[in-house]
T-cell receptor, first 117, second 112 residues
Framework: GAVVSQHPSRVICKSGTSVKIECRSLDFQATTMFWYRQFPKQSLMLMATSNEGSKATYEQGVEKDKFLINHASLTLSTLTVTSAHPEDSSFYIC?????????????FGPGTRLTVL | KNQVEQSPQSLIILEGKNCTLQCNYTVSPFSNLRWYKQDTGRGPVSLTIMTFSENTKSNGRYTATLDADTKQSSLHITASQLSDSASYICVVSGYGNNRLAFGKGNQVVVIP
């Protein structure tokens, strides 16, 4: 149980285009989903937290107009990188939490490798 | 300063040998500590999760320890296998919130 999927697993795009990444909780309802970015040999960095049906909360320094997050259902959240630039190239990982346990365990997706040319 | 520090940053071990990874944290108040295994190009996979009252937990060949007084944890890998080559990430959760503090990971390479 507690499986989280991401699609696509890898995407290459031209500078200036937009890219959408999907995150799905396959066998549980995720009241909260998290989006992380990870650069090589670095920690996961939280970008934003989203609760189903409400606006995402962005971390300091993360542009909400550039990284659009939608959490329209309890099993799906999307991250859209708008007008992508080479510096947006990174490994994007989502996680999902059902909120049912006292320690709010997060289950991570397999990640999406974004390369902007 | 990062709230979670891991050491060593990287290590190479021979297949079949044991190794121990260290994690020190400053997160307070403390709720729980997790160890994840992250293969290259993949998302983290949970190995263990320990709350304040637990001082050891095992998952197969992986054994995690926690000393909440000294704010230290270790992950011991027994009889390492080639498939253990990965980054092992220590993650600490503070009490009362869902924010996680991530270490940079211990990069383990197991060689035949």
């Amino acid at each position: 149980g507690a499986v989280v999927s991401q699609h696509p697993s890898r995407v290459i795009c031209k500078s200036g285009t937009s890219v959408k990444i999907e995150c799905r909780s396959l066998d549980f309802q995720a009241t909260t989903m998290f989006w992380y970015r990870q650069f090589p040999k670095q920690s996961l960095m939280l970008m934003a937290t989203s609760n189903e049906g409400s606006k995402a909360t962005y971390e300091q320094g993360v542009e909400k107009d550039k990284f659009l997050i939608n959490h329209a259902s309890l099993t799906l959240s999307t991250l859209t990188v708008t007008s992508a630039h080479p510096e947006d190239s990174s490994f994007y990982i989502c996680s999902a939490s059902s909120g049912g346990r006292s320690y709010n365990e997060q289950f991570f997706g397999p990640g999406t490798r974004l390369t902007v040319l | 300063k990062n709230q979670v520090e891991q050491s060593p940053q990287s290590l190479i071990i021979l297949e079949g040998k044991n190794c121990t990874l260290q994690c020190n944290y400053t997160v307070s108040p403390f709720s729980n500590l997790r160890w994840y295994k992250q293969d290259t190009g993949r998302g983290p996979v949970s190995l263990t999760i320990m709350t304040f009252s637990e001082n050891t937990k095992s998952n197969g060949r992986y054994t995690a320890t926690l000393d909440a007084d000294t704010k230290q944890s270790s992950l011991h890998i027994t009889a390492s296998q080639l498939s253990d080559s990965a980054s092992y990430i220590c993650v600490v959760s503070g009490y009362g919130n869902n924010r996680l503090a991530f270490g940079k990971g211990n990069q383990v390479v197991v060689i035949p």
